[in-house]
């Protein structure tokens, strides 16, 4: 009885009477469940009599808690109303539209409809739970059904990311509109609880964690065995699930915004940055260096190292000497008064996808540089033991003359280490080698920190970054598929089968891509050109035979004119005998030239700044050689007499365009079955155009390829041919050199351009071939079947994937260690999307799977194969040091659009103009050479284009009553992220394009 009055007193809104609190026995049971894991120890210890009192307090006790539930709830869904009804509905009224913007009216209030409308449904069902109230009534149910629903999660994650933005929009429009202001301020007026419209709004992310609260409380005081109690359990979980959702989500926008704003005043204090603000970058720390310049002059320089570009920036000091930190400032801390103490100019942005470490610490720097950290940590607790050893009562004399001599001990072996060691003077620790990966290949930076310490602590972080960069990168977004562009057919048996795009750029800033067809007896080019959609503007014939292969060769550069002048005059040779045109630096530090890798000599990075006011030089490099010394001298005094040679080199251009032979211009090199070389300018109109230069050889041109200032040609009968410029900058057509690697059986069938070498596939080899000695390094096999030659190579950063003749595997080399890292089948991933074909031609498909065409771009490997299907793969990341890489199963991805017969070539090329990407350059006082300004890697939209025979969409392979129609034709298809245009299945030949 007392139960079911305690009930209906509920139910009537009355308070509610405890008969049994006068019960000492009760009271004292009652302070015993304090803890919720032990009533059922509790009720075995009593009476019968007291169990029942105890019973009756549970109950009387889960009602009071259900009654408050009840209560707040009522709360909120008023307060809710009242945002809706008197701040909402009034704002978005035609008669306060001048109040504001009904954009910032739908920020605001964003998501507080919804949340009303699931609020109210709860309170409902609620309602009808204590219209019915009795001591074996459940609302767990109830609590489950409201809150584990997708929708309501969905809602509430919603509104806390929107919660900042619209208190911030709020303060916005009250700032700039009074009329709103007054608004807020008679509406809040007119709330009983005089609440305004920020504590109104921050109701709904305060009231999950109120509901946890009540549900653990309700909990507590529920039997085990009453009908609720599982329920509750499943409840708490839940209510929990989604309050550790939202806090993270809370925790996760304050430390974007710290973020951000951290971003913001680091751009604010560089001179010349923009656009640093991005919703995934992270700052990670600065240092101050000195960096090496192609003089061997030493450059003050300040490094911004952030989760996916490093800025490199001059310093000048606002007064005073430029203060320098004592220690290098990570994340934790951005050091704003050593920052702001100087001035910075933005001198560099690079992609950490572009930048290496050539040459990682040894393990003895990290050793030595752990035995001083641990030196100094036991220091440091020492000098605490005696600090605290202070405080003791009772005699310590012992104790401290202990700790002194142990802190003295440790002191002297300090000093002792870092006299023994020079650790902080020697370069050997400090110097940092780079590697950047630009449009003109590999280059180098030098960078030199203050302390070893401080170079093992900037080479940790961009280690760690780095490989947080390759996790993230693996989880992108495939490649979007564009378009197919269909390529009529002029002659019958016209197969794709090469393709390259120019370097010079056409009236729109933008590069054309050469499609090479062939049957046998007509060479054909197509030009496909990106400006204002990728089309097909012209196809037409070039000769009378098979082209084999197509290369883009660039234009002679001002830069390797004056380096070429400099070594020549020197030296006493001509610009083309210089093979590797090194840097001033090259010639007059070769103690510091000796830590370069071999591969990487040729080319320094030019961190000068254009203005001569932004710096101080700090000198030339520190040598005890005079030999160096003077020939540094002499190389800057050649130098002052380097215009008149200018003069005289550009006479003798003007000549060579007048032979139709102009350096001046990029050209593309068509090699063909019958041995002959088709050399035109990149922007010829070859409908009307005939080739500038037609150089013949004795055998089949295999391949074409540009590398340190000449073309390689590899020829069917085993021979490398070498191209040089000759001294007006054109090319020695008449006489190449001739280097034989092979023979009539075992040709160089495939070239590619690796860390500053060529490596050459002859047979299942490949020679690593020195481009400047002209001679083989290395040797290695690809695979151990002499009868299958390597066919298809491609490059990204430290590793080169190669594959064999008609093999469907791909495996993965070191380019400087030529280990093996990995390999892998692409036969199931082929076989995966191909399952919805016809048995035979899907048996046909995989009976004679190979791999017919490779490309790296943007961090992944394109792989096109003779069943048409196309398949990416990440691109792992590999550093220049010869620790083994583990050996993981790539993930294969296919992509859903192909070609119906072979995948005959992948190529790529940039679509975003020329002029928005190429980086500021200046002309730099007399004897100093052209200087890169700007962003190194700039994100740009990227054209993969594949070509082949037939186009087939493999998601609609079972639907598709054409599939396996006309395979022998030929198709290019386009690829555009965010848009697709409707594609073509007809029997035409097609290009197929990617964006990426």
């Known amino acids: ?142 609590i489950v059904n409201s809150f584990a629903k997708q929708p309501v999660i969905d809602t509430y994650t919603a509104f806390i990311n929107n919660w900042k933005t619209a208190k911030e929009a709020i303060r916005i429009a009250t700032n700039v509109k009074p009329s709103f202001a007054k608004f807020l301020e008679s509406a809040s007026r007119e709330h009983k609880g005089k609440l305004t419209l920020d504590a109104l709004l921050i109701m709904p992310v305060q009231r999950i964690p109120r509901y946890e609260l009540l549900i653990k409380e309700l909990l507590k005081h529920t039997h085990v065995d009453h009908p609720d109690h599982r329920l509750l359990v499943q409840a708490q979980g839940e209510v929990h699930d989604l309050a550790m959702k939202i806090n993270r ?176 003077t020697d370069p050997y620790y400090t110097r940092l080698d780079l590697s950047v990966t630009t449009e003109d290949g590999l280059e180098n930076m030098v960078v030199l920190f203050w302390s070893a310490e401080k170079r093992l602590a900037w080479e940790r972080d961009f280690c760690d970054t780095k490989e947080k960069l390759a996790v993230s990168g693996h989880r992108r977004a495939p490649p979007e598929f564009l378009k197919a562009l269909p390529i009529r057919k002029t002659r019958a048996g016209l197969q794709f089968t090469c393709a390259a795009p120019t370097l010079d750029l056409n009236a729109f800033s933008l590069r054309d891509v050469w499609v090479c067809n062939s049957d046998g007896y007509v060479g054909q080019v197509c030009i496909l050109s990106l400006q204002p959609e990728p089309e097909v503007t012209s196809c037409n014939g070039v000769c009378n035979a098979r082209i084999l292969c197509v290369a883009s060769v660039p234009a002679l550069s001002q830069s390797s004119v004056d380096a070429a002048t400099r070594r020549m005059a020197f030296k006493g040779t001509r610009p083309s005998d210089a093979c590797a045109m090194p840097s001033a630096l090259d010639d007059s530090e070769d103690s510091l030239l000796d830590m370069q890798p071999p591969s990487n000599r040729h080319s320094t990075m030019q961190i000068d700044s254009d203005s001569s006011d932004d710096e101080t030089d700090t000198g030339t490099l520190d040598s005890t050689d005079e030999d160096s010394k003077s020939q540094q001298s002499r190389e800057l005094l050649i130098i002052t007499q380097e215009p008149p040679q200018e003069e005289s080199l550009a006479t003798a251009s003007t000549a060579a365009a007048a032979a139709g032979n102009s350096p001046q211009q990029s050209t593309m090199w068509l090699g063909t079955e019958d041995g002959c070389i088709h050399v035109y300018n990149c922007n010829d109109n070859i409908r009307i155009k005939k080739n500038k230069v037609r150089l013949q050889h004795s055998a089949a041109i295999q391949c074409i390829i540009y590398l340190d200032n000449k073309v390689f040609v590899s020829l069917a009968n085993g021979d490398l041919a070498a191209y040089r410029r000759d001294s007006a900058g054109g090319w020695e057509t008449s006489k190449p050199s001739t280097i034989t690697l092979g023979s009539a059986t075992t040709p160089i069938t495939r070239m590619l351009a690796v860390q500053g070498k060529l490596w050459c596939g002859c047979q299942n080899n490949v020679l690593v071939f020195n481009p400047c000695t002209l001679s083989v390094e290395q040797t290695f096999a690809v695979c151990s079947d002499v009868s299958r030659a390597v066919l298809h190579m491609a490059s990204f950063g430290y590793g080169v994937w190669a594959s064999v003749q008609n093999s469907a595997v791909i495996k993965l080399f070191h380019s400087l260690t030529y280990e093996c890292i990995m390999e892998a089948n692409m036969a199931p991933s082929v076989a995966k999307m191909l399952a919805g074909c016809n048995d035979i031609i899907r048996q046909h498909k995989a009976a004679c799977l190979r791999i017919t065409a490779l490309l790296c771009c943007k961090d992944l490997l394109w792989v096109g194969t003779s069943a048409g299907v196309i398949l990416n793969l990440a691109i792992p990341h590999l550093t220049a040091s010869a620790t083994p890489y583990p050996v993981l199963a790539p993930n294969v991805a296919g992509i859903s659009h192909g070609h119906t017969g072979h995948v005959r070539f992948l190529t790529c090329v940039e679509m975003t103009p020329k002029k928005h990407l190429t980086a500021k350059t200046k002309q730099a006082s007399k004897g100093r050479s052209v200087r890169r300004r700007g962003s190194i890697s700039v994100a740009s939209r990227v054209l993969v284009i594949s070509g082949g025979d037939g186009f087939e969409d493999f998601q609609h392979f079972a639907s598709n009553d054409s599939a396996g129609r006309d395979d022998s034709t030929n198709h290019l298809i386009t690829c555009c992220c965010g848009r697709c245009n409707g594609v073509s299945s007809d029997s035409t030949n097609h290009l197929l394009l990617w964006q990426v």
């Open 1 to 142: 009885m007392n139960g079911e009055a305690s009930d209906q007193s509920m139910s009537m809104g009355r308070p509610v009477k405890n008969r049994s609190r006068s019960d000492p026995n009760l009271e004292r049971i009652r302070l015993q469940i304090s803890d919720p894991e032990k009533p059922s120890s509790i009720l075995r210890r009593h009476s019968a009599l007291t169990q029942a009192n105890l019973l009756t307090y549970l109950r009387d006790t889960r009602t009071h808690i259900v009654k408050e539930l009840y209560d707040t709830e009522c709360s909120y869904v008023d307060q809710l109303r009242i945002v809706v009804h008197k701040y909402l509905r009034p704002l978005k009224n035609p008669e306060h539209a001048g109040l504001v913007d009904p954009l910032l009216v739908d920020e605001i209030f964003f998501q507080i409809p919804e949340i009303l409308n699931h609020h109210e449904s709860f309170f409902e069902a609620l309602k009808d739970r204590m219209d019915t109230w009795d001591n074996r009534q459940k609302v767990g149910d109830i």
């Open 249 to 424: 989500m809370e925790q996760e926008t304050e430390a974007a915004e710290f973020q951000q704003n951290r971003l913001r005043e680091v751009e604010g204090i560089i001179d010349g940055l923009t656009g640093l603000l991005h919703a995934d970058r992270v700052f990670i720390r600065y240092d101050f260096v000195t960096m090496i310049n192609q003089l061997g002059a030493k450059k003050e320089r300040c490094l911004f190292l952030f989760s996916d570009i490093l800025i490199i920036t001059t310093i000048k000091r606002r007064s005073g000497t430029m203060r320098k930190p004592s220690q290098s400032i990570t994340h934790s801390s951005l050091g704003y008064l050593t920052l702001e103490s100087n001035k910075y100019k933005l001198l560099m942005k690079i992609s950490l996808d572009d930048l290496e470490i050539i040459k990682p610490s040894p393990s003895s720097t990290r050793k030595i540089v752990i035995e001083k950290e641990h030196l100094e940590q036991d220091l440091q607790t020492l000098e605490k033991i005696a600090t605290l050893s202070n405080t003791l009562m009772t005699s310590h004399q012992s104790l401290l003359e202990v700790v002194r001599d142990m802190i003295d001990s440790l002191q002297q072996q300090l000093a002792a280490d870092e006299k023994s060691t020079n650790i902080n």
